[in-house]
Antibody, heavy 119, light 112 residues
Framework: QLQLQESGPGLVKPSETLSLTCTVS??????????WGWIRQPPGKGLEWIGS???????YYNPSLKSRVTISVDTSKNQFSLKLSSVTAADTAVYYC???????????WGQGTLVTVSS | QSVLTQPPSVSGAPGQRVTISCTGS?????????VHWYQQLPGTAPKLLIY???NRPSGVPDRFSGSKSGTSASLAITGLQAEDEADYYC????????????FGGGTKLTVL
């Protein structure tokens, strides 16, 4: 059964780069059926899709975040990563990684990790 | 402002039926892209509830059902139970601006 787990710093300073990694277990990140996505949720607010990547490295990003986002994949480690540059307090959120079936629905999800942007 | 519009809140008494709407446009739901629904219980990650407009993953009770028509979709919950109190989100694909996955703003379901 596919499982995902986010990891990374819980506190990032303003103007710096947020970096998170998602480790996939119970299956291969090189599956032809899955994209791998990042979604975030600011405290008390709704879900916002950040971007998704295929094992080949093909990506698609939320246009509103595209200039600051880089998603990469490491098939040897069964991991994919998120980098969000020039962060502000508005980037404080719970960040989730998830498997995305053929650019359609997200399932499964990681448990999420809270990242706070503060000096 | 979300690309997909949901009511902020709905409520119903135990045993009743409630519906949650998800309104899109010609670049997403109206373009034929399918709609998916998620349930988020307090303090937990979202869970897939309905995929491909009307399909239930294994383990999801048949009290939950989804439908789609034109530029809108709906989630229906029958036989409302206290454990259904949660936030619900719709999600689809939008073909504008190079293509994006998009979520609705979410709907808080309160069981009275």
């Amino acid at each position: 059964q596919l499982q995902l787990q986010e990891s990374g710093p819980g506190l990032v300073k303003p103007s710096e780069t947020l970096s998170l990694t998602c480790t996939v277990s119970g299956g291969s990140i090189s599956s032809s059926s899955y994209y791998w996505g990042w979604i975030r949720q600011p405290p008390g607010k709704g879900l916002e899709w950040i971007g998704s990547i295929y094992y080949s490295g093909s990506t698609y990003y939320n246009p509103s975040l595209k200039s600051r986002v880089t998603i990469s994949v490491d098939t040897s480690k069964n991991q994919f990563s998120l980098k969000l540059s020039s962060v502000t307090a508005a980037d404080t959120a719970v960040y989730y990684c998830a498997g995305q079936w053929l650019v359609r629905w997200f399932d499964p999800w990681g448990q999420g990790t809270l990242v706070t942007v503060s000096s | 402002q979300s690309v997909l519009t949901q009511p902020p809140s709905v409520s119903g008494a135990p045993g009743q039926r409630v519906t949650i709407s998800c309104t899109g446009s010609s670049s997403n739901i109206g373009a034929g892209y399918d709609v998916h629904w998620y349930q988020q219980l307090p303090g937990t990650a979202p869970k897939l509830l309905i995929y491909g407009n009307s399909n239930r993953p294994s383990g999801v009770p048949d009290r939950f059902s989804g439908s789609k028509s034109g530029t809108s979709a709906s989630l229906a919950i029958t036989g409302l139970q206290a454990e259904d109190e949660a936030d619900y989100y719709c999600q689809s694909y939008d073909s504008s601006l190079s293509g994006s996955s998009v979520f609705g703003g979410g709907t808080k379901l309160t069981v009275l």
